[in-house]
């Protein structure tokens, strides 16, 4: 069995977290709604999982709603005593499917209240407050008083630790008078790289960045370059995007999902795989890397 040991680790806040974890989302229905197809095979990705050494998983009541938080409780529940599990809150689902926000303190304390009871914890372990609002106004306003009534959730013993998702750097700068942030998950990927600055100012102060969609999302990242640092690698393209975020930055947390134990495997290859400078370099400077809207991960 393959195993997430040399991918290294990393603090959040008290806890010690293996650098290549796992993101359930993919555990739910289609567009993350719903149950999944196939529950067993659904469990089996979670315990396949923590049985190669993960212990970070990604989570939030609001996919499914509620689904893969109660999948997670089914496959590995008591937990191990290092698993440590983050989720999300910021937004819920409509009945249609639809991402809606769900920001308001009384909204963020029932949320916290939801991933409570379904993993059947006494304390979440971290927090991400995502920011679902377009206007930076808005945002900055609603993250604002979001942090303030985790930080009091935190003083009650109910999380441990607090996390910011979907922000940019004053957000970031303006949440961490609040309180303190231990991680920030941002999407980037060798195709979306705007936050690379973002990336080394956190790793200055020992601050998680979790990229979301490292893979490229729903659709897989390309290149000649890409597939022609996986051919001399004898690996995938996958582990090659994987690999170069681990080497990138020393506080990059890795999360890819998938509902299937045979991609599970592929992706926790990454962590053996050894990246040549000459490789690293090259897909850093690549500007043509796309994703291909016309496949599916």
């Not at 900055?140 to 008083?145: K, Q, R, S, T, V």
């Amino acid at each position: 069995m393959r195993s997430v040991e040399r991918s290294d680790t990393f603090q959040l806040g008290d806890l010690r977290v293996k650098r290549l974890g796992y993101g359930a989302m993919h555990l739910s229905g289609p567009n993350v709604f719903g149950p999944p197809a196939d529950r067993g095979a659904a469990l089996a990705v979670l315990r396949e999982a923590v049985a190669s050494g993960v212990n970070h998983i990604d989570t939030s009541d609001y996919y499914g709603p509620h689904v893969t938080n109660q999948l997670i409780r089914e496959a590995l529940h008591p937990y191990p005593d290092d698993l440590v599990i983050v989720t999300k809150i910021g937004a819920r689902r409509g009945t249609d499917g639809s991402v809606l926000a769900a920001a308001a303190p009384d909204e963020l304390i029932r949320a916290v209240h939801d991933n409570l009871r379904n993993l059947d914890v006494d304390a979440l372990d971290v927090v991400n407050l995502r920011n679902v609002f377009d206007n930076d106004d808005r945002a900055g306003e609603m993250i604002d008083a979001g942090l303030a009534a985790l930080a009091d959730l935190q003083r009650q013993g109910l999380v441990r630790h607090i996390g910011l998702s979907n922000v940019t750097p004053a957000q970031i700068a303006a949440g961490r008078r609040i309180c303190d942030i231990v991680c920030v998950q941002n999407r980037y990927n060798l195709a979306q790289r705007s936050d690379d600055e973002l990336v080394d100012s956190l790793a200055v102060d020992r601050i998680a960045y979790v990229p979301f969609f490292p893979l490229g999302g729903f659709a897989p990242l390309q290149s000649s370059t890409l597939s022609d640092v996986a051919r001399s690698l004898n690996a995938t393209t996958a582990q090659v995007a994987l690999a170069w975020l681990l080497r990138r930055a020393p506080n990059m947390l890795l999360i890819p999902g998938t509902s299937s134990v045979t991609h599970l495997r592929e992706n926790i290859g990454a962590a053996e795989l050894s990246l040549p400078d000459t490789a690293f370099e090259a897909l850093g400077g690549e500007t043509s890397i796309a994703i291909n809207s016309s496949q599916h991960d």
